[in-house]
């Protein structure tokens, strides 16, 4: 069983930054795509995603603003959130890819709040 542990969550002003760290625990497994979404007050966002090969997508909403990026020996993944609008306030959730199926296993979540 794999867990997903999330943290860098917090509360910051409007042009600020925050970066988010989810390390995976467990034994015997080897993730493929990990990603992060976002739950808003409306709406749930892939936020983005980076394969085992290090390729990266990202949400329109985020694109030259936020950069994801693992380190596969940590297992762990990480979402550097830069120029922050309050339109970003949202829980951030980690994902990750355990059995080639698409995402399966979730964090706990952790709230990221930006103030105007």
């Known amino acids: 069983q794999v867990q997903l542990v999330e943290s860098g969550g917090g509360l910051v002003q409007a042009g600020g930054s925050l970066r988010l760290s989810c390390a995976a625990s467990?034994?015997?497994?080897?993730?493929?795509?990990m990603g992060w979404y976002r739950q808003g007050k409306q709406q749930r966002e892939l936020v983005a995603v980076v394969t085992r090969a290090l390729t990266t997508t990202y949400a329109d909403s985020v694109k030259g603003r936020f950069t994801i990026s693992r380190d596969n020996a940590k297992n762990t993944v990480y979402l550097q959130m830069n120029s922050l609008k309050p339109e970003d306030t949202a829980v951030y959730y980690c994902t990750a890819d355990k059995n080639g199926f698409g995402f399966d296993t979730w964090g706990q979540g952790t709230q990221v709040t930006v103030s105007s």
């Open positions: 467990g034994s015997g497994f080897r993730l493929n795509d």
